[in-house]
């Protein structure tokens, strides 16, 4: 794989990581708006004890999809900064590190992804195993899942 081909890779899964982010935000958004219509709508419909209570788990469950979509909000702000744009020398953000039957790239944490049928794990840079390949160039070993590996490539 030359240079340019593997900068267009990174490119291309920094923008599935986008789009994925930006569809969990919109989910999160929805369910959200579901929450506050659902208690609004327990406040005219009950009486008593059940209103509070059904207004109020509405309330909460609201809360809680508004902390996702947040925490989403930030990881795209993150993933956004990410540069791609280079080949990486040693592991760090925005670095592509190929191992025995997998890739981790090292933008955001999205899990495992399938991409033109090779698994890439997404990893936030702040992750343990991010943070156990930090720095770390072709060659060197590193443990993953208690399995000891060597990097193959690293871009």
């Known amino acids: 794989m030359t240079q340019s081909e593997k900068i267009a890779f990174k490119t291309r899964l920094k ?29 005219k419909s009950s009486s008593g ?13 609201r809360e809680m999809y508004g902390r996702q979509s947040a925490e989403y909000e930030r990881e795209l702000k993150a993933l956004q900064a990410v540069a791609v744009d280079v ?3 040693r592991a760090g953000a925005g670095a592509l590190v190929q191992v025995k039957g ?10 495992k992804q399938q991409v033109d049928g090779q698994t890439v794990l997404f990893v936030s840079p702040k992750a343990p195993l991010a943070q156990a ?10 443990m993953i899942n208690a399995v000891k590996m060597m990097i193959e490539d690293l871009y």
Request: proline share 2%; with cysteine; net charge negative.
């Open 87 to 89: 080949v990486c020398a």
């Open 15 to 43: 923008q599935i990581g986008v789009e994925l982010l930006q569809r969990r935000i919109t989910t999160a958004a929805t369910a959200m708006s579901r929450a506050q219509e659902a208690a609004n709508a327990e406040e």
């Open 49 to 61: 004890d059940k209103c509070e209570t059904g207004r109020a788990m509405g309330q909460l469950e």
């Open 133 to 142: 390949l930090q720095g770390k160039k072709p060659g060197d070993d590193v």
């Open 102 to 111: 997998m890739a981790i790239f090292m933008c955001a944490g999205l899990g």
